[in-house]
């Protein structure tokens, strides 16, 4: 007879899902759920701060597929956890966040560091439960993990309170169904009608394109998206602010369905049939309105959620279904049309991108000192290639990364999403490279926004994890000093400047590599010590203060 604690038999739920990690900072009340990892197999990693232990789960969640689960204490721990949440969120990245809460037998009656944990949460996840009873907890890890994983993914939060989690129960008593038992694989398959309807309006069209939205990652629909691509010789972007699975350069591929990182998606106004796919039409996309589409295009609307087709813009024809089916539907139908290869269509998108591409060379390549933040960029591009993980944070610093990088759209490509906040990239780049053991892990970021996560270069180091953070350093909050001089004049411009920070030196006394590059032509060098160093890294590039948003206008 094996009696368990409450957080044994947790630990135990998620081994039965398959988990390897938990991020964690610990607290008084979770400790039951270590002593169950440990039995489980399950690497605790530990980290300095809350929110970096969600922030690690929800970009292990991103690249690898799976689901990232992360557990902090009650009170200030489940408080300081809610930025990590929110981004997760927003992003909609499958995550389980576990957090430990006051006795089960004293709630509302003022217990020790007790608030409505859950009333906090639900807004910002897809499920969230406060657990009464310790044997329902096998339970509740399943319903987190299928609300995590279905239609559209997101996190879910279950809040264990501290008696649950320390009462012993009878093992034997406790059911751990199979994960194919309560959670249907099953693929939705599009209505054939619909499907026939969508691909007569794209053979019909003079400027057709494709926007691939995040679930052709979740949904593991790269190839078919490809296939679809290939077959039809449509043009293809990605919705900029969501993950996806575009892992290599290809020629029908424009980038980023944004004006803000240019390119060729200001054509986008000329398309006259637009398939979504998984597309959300929130701000990031201009809600489907002009000036980034034209007010006569054709939607043809794909989603796995049906209350996502017509939100915010009217649609042509509306196909339910996930999009590995959809895809692999409307390939097969495609030779009952008689489509054409838009190659006029195409070349005014290799115009728009060709355009885009010279603008760029010349920041990329410049040998001004201070360093543009684009050549920064170029040459983490270039000596790492299209294998790395690569990490975006910070105003300024992130836009011009998602400028440098708009070639392709790997689920390795991390940044923070529609929150549009910053100090995610150290937690970032450290699940990067442990969902990527073999592969780099680089953050390209900005001062201020490395100073959230320069405590976590401990982690990386306790975790053997040998990250490579690369900092722009213009030593301003740029993205909101450039606006506030434009509005109220230089000598009004407060709060929005920083101290010039010896970040290497900061990483040297964390025992870490760290070096001050003043030069442009002394970046790759320095990146190749860094590599060689074999462990974490910081490079300290001082950088001219400039605007992205200048530097390509909507």
């Known amino acids: 007879m ?33 002593e169950g990892c440990l039995d489980e197999n399950i690497q605790i990693i530990d ?19 799976k689901v990232g689960v992360s557990a902090v204490t009650r009170g200030p721990g489940h ?34 560091q007790e608030y409505n944990q859950i009333g906090m949460v639900k807004p910002i996840t897809k499920w969230a439960r406060l657990v009464h009873q310790t044997n329902r907890l096998p339970e509740y890890v399943a319903t987190g993990f299928r609300k995590a994983l279905t239609g559209h993914p997101g996190p879910i939060h279950l809040s264990v309170p501290y008696d649950i989690l320390y009462d012993k129960i009878d093992n034997a008593k406790l059911a751990y169904p199979q994960p194919s038992t309560y959670r249907s694989m099953a693929r939705v398959h599009g209505d054939p009608e619909c499907i ?25 629909a790269a190839n078919a998206l490809l296939d679809f691509v290939e077959a039809t010789g449509i043009p293809f972007f990605t919705r900029a602010s969501d993950v996806n699975a575009i892992t290599r350069p290809h020629p029908l591929y424009f980038g980023s369905a944004t004006t803000r990182f240019a390119s060729a998606a200001k054509e986008l106004r000329n398309a006259d049939v637009i398939l979504a ?3 959300k039409f929130d701000q990031t996309i201009n809600y489907g309105n002009p000036p980034l589409f034209h007010r006569d295009a054709k939607f043809i609307n794909v989603d796995i959620d049906p209350e996502e087709i017509g939100k915010n813009r009217l649609f042509e024809v509306g196909i339910i279904g996930d999009m590995r089916s959809v895809l692999a539907e409307m390939t097969n139908g495609v030779t009952k049309h008689d489509f054409h290869k838009p190659t006029d269509w195409i070349g005014r998108l290799n115009g728009a991108r060709q355009e885009f591409l010279s603008h760029v060379a010349e920041a990329e390549n410049s040998d001004s000192v201070p360093v543009h933040p684009l050549r920064i960029c170029k040459e983490v591009r270039e000596f790492f290639g299209d294998d790395a993980t690569i990490s975006l944070d910070g105003g300024d610093a992130s836009l011009f990364g998602h400028i440098a990088f708009n070639h392709y759209h790997p689920p390795y490509f991390l940044f923070t999403g529609p929150i ?8 970032f780049a450290l699940a990067g490279k442990l969902a990527r053991p073999n592969q780099p892990s ?31 350093s ?20 407060v709060a929005t400047d920083l101290r010039s920070v010896s970040y290497e030196r900061l990483a040297q006394a964390l025992d870490c590599h760290g070096e001050l590059v003043t030069q442009p032509n002394e970046i790759r060098p320095a990146l190749q010590r860094a590599v060689d160093a074999g462990g974490p890294a910081v490079i300290n590039v001082p950088t001219i203060f400039t605007s992205a948003a200048a530097f390509f206008p909507q």
């Open 442 to 472: 680089v953050l390209i970021t900005g001062d201020g926004s490395f100073g959230y996560g320069l405590i976590e270069y401990d982690t990386a180091l306790k975790h053997n994890l040998p990250i490579i953070s690369i900092i722009s």
């Open 79 to 112: 408080a300081n956890m809610l930025y990590g949440l929110a981004t997760a969120h927003m992003m909609g990245s499958p995550m389980f966040a576990l957090s430990g809460n006051s006795d089960a037998a004293e709630l509302d009656m003022g217990g020790s």
């Open 196 to 220: 026939d309807q969508g691909l007569k309006l794209l053979a019909k069209a003079e400027n057709p394109v494709i926007i691939a939205g995040g679930l052709i990652h979740w949904h593991n």
């Open 2 to 34: 094996a009696i368990l604690e409450g957080g044994q038999i947790i630990a135990k739920a998620l081994k039965n899902e398959g988990v390897e990690y938990l991020f964690t900072l610990c607290g008084g009340t979770i400790e039951s759920i270590y």
């Open 420 to 427: 549009g906040g910053i100090g995610q990239g150290v937690p």
């Open 474 to 493: 213009d030593q301003m909050w740029g993205i909101v000093r450039h606006p506030q001089i434009q509005r109220y004049g230089l000598e009004r411009a």
């Open 47 to 65: 980290t300095r701060v809350d929110q970096s232990a969600t922030m690690m789960a929800d970009a292990y969640a991103r690249v690898t597929g």
């Open 277 to 279: 796919l998984g597309v």
